[in-house]
């Protein structure tokens, strides 16, 4: 067995992990020191179950690198389910697509599969919408795509392309004012002098590899966790629906303006201006129904049972409502906890991997929702290693590297400069202008339009 261990880990290049608390691994190194110790075994058929939804997208290419070289180096058989197809589709030999209940399967080559399905990656969105075929699996067959419709579909002169503003909020009122914010567990520093403001209405981004202090960070603006130095101070203005009960932890500049410094505000203060719903939707389900853990919130907060019928239905959870919540699937649980925070109305929402769990539908549904949401006026902090999602909802990108603010600004300018955190649009066409579906589209409809200019491709 021993001899065995060795090979895998020489087979899975982890050798240098051999000595290392898995407590100190990142989430992709994890993953593939769970995969060993099933090779160790000698298995003929591998499966998994999304083995990358809680990766960032440096740690799922290094365990989708892993598989396929188990697949091509050892003949071994590999079964995953994913949503995220975008990750896994080029390495695929076949897909077996289960559109629900009562529905054929399909179970073809990639290409055949995804020509027939409406729910498909960005890439392959957009090919079918213009016509590719065969449809690119890759970001390097689409761009051949692109260059052979350079002066025909699409014209391509670059100085024509008009990119959007810089996004730059207008609202100067600051929510959560996080000044020189230091934090460590058991001595590992996990947050390391961060300093930064968020305004009221703006929709943030964390975004880094895993490790890299997102979730930190967040627990810190919610007040579960108190800084070892530093503050993060919350502030609520206008009306709120409901007063805080101590005011001896609040500040008041005017009569409806609350500030709130979480190092000694009481939890329950807190989070009556800020809802926070964990990567674990678990933590906040323990009741008998979906309904029942809506209105166990809204009792918590002085706030009478009911009206929550039409979070449910946003949601897409009213055939749900009188389920009990854990036997839903990750996803559906994901959005029962969303709405149990929700339905006590906080003016600042903090989400941390809100897509996790969720397929191409109802993470558009979601997509949908959170729009909406800010469109209210709703202030939005989102920790995600999903690239769509921020191309499509964030005004504002905030990476984490080690702790640190590495870069802070405007999402168009943060995802086009990024090798990694990149939607595939963007890494596509390489313009800042062009980070979604809808952006390629919106330029593609008119052949008079500028794109970009042949000669830089």
Same mark, same amino acid.
């Given at each position: 067995?021993?001899?065995?261990?060795?090979?895998?880990?020489?087979?899975?290049? %982890?050798?240098?992990?051999?000595?290392?608390?898995?407590?100190?691994?990142?989430?992709?190194?994890?993953?593939?020191?769970?995969?060993?110790?099933?090779?160790?075994?000698?298995?003929?058929?591998?499966?998994?179950?999304?083995?990358?939804?809680?990766?960032?997208? /440096?740690?799922?290419?290094?365990?989708?690198?892993?598989?396929?070289?188990?697949?091509?180096?050892?003949?071994?058989?590999? %079964?995953?389910?994913?949503?995220?197809?975008?990750?896994?589709?080029?390495?695929?030999?076949?897909?077996?697509?289960?559109?629900?209940?009562?529905?054929?399967?399909?179970?073809?080559?990639?290409?055949?599969?995804?020509?027939?399905?409406?729910?498909?990656?960005?890439?392959?969105? *957009?090919?079918?919408?213009?016509?590719?075929?065969?449809?690119?699996?890759?970001?390097?067959?689409?761009?051949?795509?692109?260059?052979?419709?350079?002066?025909?579909?699409?014209?391509?002169?670059?100085?024509?392309?008009?990119?959007?503003?810089?996004?730059?909020?207008?609202?100067?009122?600051?929510?959560?004012?996080?000044?020189?914010?230091?934090?460590?567990?058991?001595?590992?520093?996990?947050?390391?002098?961060?300093?930064?403001?968020?305004?009221?209405?703006?929709?943030?981004?964390?975004?880094?590899?895993?490790?890299?202090?997102?979730?930190?960070?967040?627990?810190?603006?919610?007040?579960?966790?108190?800084?070892?130095?530093?503050?993060?101070?919350?502030?609520?203005?206008?009306?709120?629906?409901?007063?805080?009960?101590?005011?001896?932890?609040?500040?008041?500049?005017? /009569?409806?303006?609350?500030? *709130?410094?979480?190092?000694?505000?009481?939890?329950?203060?807190?989070?009556?201006?800020?809802?926070?719903?964990?990567?674990?939707?678990?933590?906040?389900?323990?009741?008998?129904?979906?309904?029942?853990?809506?209105?166990?919130?809204?009792?918590?907060?002085?706030?009478?049972?009911?009206?929550?019928?039409?979070?449910?239905?946003?949601?897409?959870?009213?055939?749900?409502?009188?389920?009990?919540?854990?036997?839903?699937?990750?996803?559906?649980?994901?959005?029962?906890?969303?709405?149990?925070?929700?339905?006590?109305?906080?003016?600042?929402?903090?989400?941390?991997?809100?897509?996790?769990?969720?397929?191409?539908?109802?993470?558009?549904?979601? %997509?949908?929702? *959170?729009?909406?949401?800010?469109?209210?006026?709703?202030?939005?902090?989102?920790?995600?290693?999903?690239?769509?999602?921020?191309?499509?909802?964030?005004?504002?990108?905030?990476?984490?590297?080690?702790?640190?603010?590495?870069?802070?600004?405007?999402?168009?300018?943060?995802?086009?400069?990024?090798?990694?955190?990149?939607?595939? %649009?963007?890494?596509?066409?390489?313009?800042?202008?062009?980070?979604?579906?809808?952006?390629?589209?919106?330029?593609?409809?008119?052949?008079?339009?500028?794109?970009?200019?042949?000669?830089?491709?």
């Amino acid at each position: 067995m021993r001899k065995r261990v060795e090979e895998v880990l020489d087979q899975l290049n %982890i050798a240098h992990l051999r000595r290392r608390s898995v407590s100190t691994l990142s989430g992709g190194e994890r993953q593939r020191v769970a995969i060993a110790a099933v090779m160790t075994l000698q298995p003929r058929v591998l499966v998994l179950d999304e083995p990358t939804s809680q990766l960032d997208p /440096q740690g799922a290419e290094e365990v989708l690198d892993t598989l396929v070289k188990l697949n091509q180096d050892l003949g071994l058989t590999v %079964i995953l389910s994913e949503h995220r197809l975008e990750r896994v589709v080029q390495y695929a030999d076949r897909i077996l697509y289960l559109p629900g209940p009562g529905q054929t399967p399909l179970l073809d080559e990639p290409r055949a599969v995804l020509q027939q399905i409406d729910l498909t990656p960005p890439l392959i969105t *957009l090919a079918k919408a213009l016509g590719w075929s065969p449809l690119p699996l890759t970001i390097k067959e689409g761009r051949r795509f692109v260059r052979q419709v350079v002066g025909s579909r699409l014209q391509v002169v670059g100085s024509g392309l008009q990119v959007a503003p810089i996004y730059q909020s207008t609202n100067l009122s600051t929510t959560i004012s996080v000044q020189s914010l230091a934090f460590s567990y058991n001595g590992h520093p996990a947050l390391r002098d961060i300093s930064l403001e968020v305004h009221q209405g703006e929709f943030v981004a964390l975004m880094g590899r895993n490790g890299s202090g997102k979730t930190t960070l967040l627990k810190q603006m919610v007040g579960l966790l108190k800084p070892d130095r530093g503050r993060v101070q919350i502030t609520q203005y206008g009306n709120t629906q409901h007063a805080i009960r101590n005011t001896q932890h609040a500040t008041r500049n005017t /009569q409806s303006t609350i500030h *709130l410094d979480t190092r000694q505000a009481p939890l329950d203060e807190i989070i009556r201006i800020v809802g926070y719903v964990p990567q674990n939707p678990n933590a906040l389900l323990f009741n008998d129904t979906v309904r029942q853990e809506l209105d166990f919130t809204r009792r918590g907060h002085g706030l009478p049972s009911g009206g929550g019928d039409a979070l449910l239905d946003a949601l897409g959870l009213t055939p749900h409502a009188d389920r009990y919540p854990r036997d839903l699937s990750v996803g559906e649980r994901q959005r029962v906890a969303l709405a149990a925070i929700l339905v006590a109305e906080p003016s600042i929402l903090l989400l941390d991997e809100p897509t996790r769990g969720l397929d191409y539908q109802q993470k558009e549904a979601l %997509i949908a929702f *959170l729009q909406g949401e800010k469109a209210r006026g709703r202030t939005i902090v989102m920790a995600t290693h999903d690239v769509e999602l921020v191309a499509q909802c964030a005004d504002r990108v905030i990476m984490l590297g080690d702790g640190q603010v590495v870069v802070d600004g405007p999402v168009r300018r943060v995802m086009s400069e990024s090798l990694v955190f990149a939607s595939q %649009i963007n890494k596509l066409f390489r313009h800042p202008a062009l980070l979604t579906v809808e952006d390629a589209l919106a330029l593609h409809s008119d052949r008079d339009r500028a794109i970009m200019d042949s000669r830089k491709w």
